[in-house]
């Protein structure tokens, strides 16, 4: 850690700092430069508040990584800016369809039905086929453009 710039106000004194993190504790997710920290990232009094963004998949193996360490309370996402955000399925969409394709949702016959993956995933029936719905939809909807 370096200490980049430091600043007094009446009430604070304010430190610009570099932080580097290694390969190990989270450095590969930014390799890439498909996923970036945003401005507005710190520190509060409830806990820490990192904004992120990138393309969904880097941001959902990133946002798993960050779980399997420590405990993440809320996830929120910004409304659809065009060049921020990728268009796709909503994080609760893509657990539920990685869910669904693990546990045989996409195999002929099924190996699970819609009761039992809203069973594992500790959510209604009705959510659950909403939520693959939309899903699928984003994601052919997503196949047919690059496809024209």
Do not use: C
């Amino acid at each position: 850690m370096e200490i980049l710039e430091e600043w007094s106000t009446d009430y604070l004194t304010h430190h610009l700092i570099s932080l580097e993190i290694d390969k190990q504790a989270g450095g590969q997710f930014f390799e890439n430069h498909d996923l970036t920290l945003l401005a507005g990232s710190n520190l509060t009094s409830k806990g820490m508040v990192i904004q992120v963004a990138g393309r969904q998949s880097s941001i959902v193996r990133f946002l798993s990584s960050v779980r399997e360490t420590i405990p993440v309370e809320r996830v929120t996402s910004a409304k659809t800016s065009e060049g921020i955000i990728q268009k796709g399925p909503s994080l609760q969409q893509h657990r539920i369809i990685k869910h669904a394709h693990r546990n045989g949702w996409y195999e002929v016959p099924k190996k699970i039905s819609i009761r039992g993956l809203a069973s594992k995933l500790g959510l209604s029936k009705s959510t659950v086929a909403e939520q693959l719905v939309r899903a699928e939809s984003e994601i052919v909807g997503s196949f047919l453009e690059k496809t024209r």
